[in-house]
């Protein structure tokens, strides 16, 4: 088994920054890819961005393309940096991982979450 902990979430005006970060425990060898997901009130969980643990590739949502980046910090922590952030992006993230080395965009293909983060981007 695999346990996700997100942190770093908040307030923020548009326009700017906020790092969330995700840490692992358990089974982390099992992590072929850790993703981030969001959900905003009254939609569904939609995909922002995935990293596979071994080669270091991502993968973005075209709405978080060129704002947000993935970066594995080591064998079980994977950040989501986010800069210009607008209102839109107002969701709690979670963080997720799959066994499988390859990223897909379907929260169903993931075995594992975390609980969530809540950011608000305030316009």
């Known amino acids: 088994q695999v346990q996700l902990v997100e942190s770093g979430g908040g307030w923020v005006q548009a326009g700017g920054s906020l790092r969330l970060s995700c840490d692992a425990s358990?089974?982390?060898?099992?992590?072929?890819?850790m993703g981030w997901f969001r959900q905003a009130p009254g939609k569904e969980r939609e995909f922002v961005g995935a990293?596979?643990?071994?080669?270091?590739?991502t993968r973005y949502s075209d709405s978080v393309k060129g704002r947000f980046t993935i970066s594995k910090i080591n064998v079980s922590t994977a950040d989501l940096q986010m800069d210009s952030l607008k209102p839109e992006d107002t969701a709690v993230y979670y963080c997720?991982?799959?066994?499988?080395?390859?990223?897909?965009?379907?929260?169903?293909?993931?075995?594992?979450w975390g609980q969530g983060t809540q950011v608000t981007v305030a316009s």
């Open positions: 997720a991982a799959r066994r499988q080395a390859t990223i897909k965009e379907d929260a169903g293909q993931y075995e594992y």
């Open positions: 990293i596979m643990s071994n080669s270091r590739a």
């Open positions: 358990g089974r982390t060898l099992f992590m072929g890819v």
